[in-house]
């Protein structure tokens, strides 16, 4: 009876396409990660900017002043304007 015997060549080319498409699903996703960090560190920035901006609207476009108030400022009732 013939016994088999151990293939070294198979082996290691087996091997190395374990090993090689482990550091492919590896480096796979740490690219997904180092994507999904930047895109959070642009989504954060984007918030920061977005509360700034909420926050100068809500302290000057929605604060309400009469209409007379700002033609007072203006010098609108000083003087007399041709039209």
């Known amino acids: 009876m013939n016994k088999p015997f151990f293939d070294d060549q198979a082996y290691i080319a087996e091997q190395f396409h ?5 550091i492919t699903q590896t480096a796979r996703l ?13 989504n954060e920035a984007f918030r920061m900017n977005r509360q700034h901006l909420r926050s100068l609207i809500k302290g000057t476009l929605l604060n309400y002043m009469r209409p007379d108030a700002v033609l007072s400022d203006l ?3 000083y003087e007399e304007i041709s039209n």
């Open 30 to 42: 740490a690219f997904q990660k180092i994507n999904s960090f930047k895109f959070f560190q642009c």
């Open 75 to 77: 010098g609108f009732f």
């Open 18 to 22: 374990i090993v090689d498409d482990q």
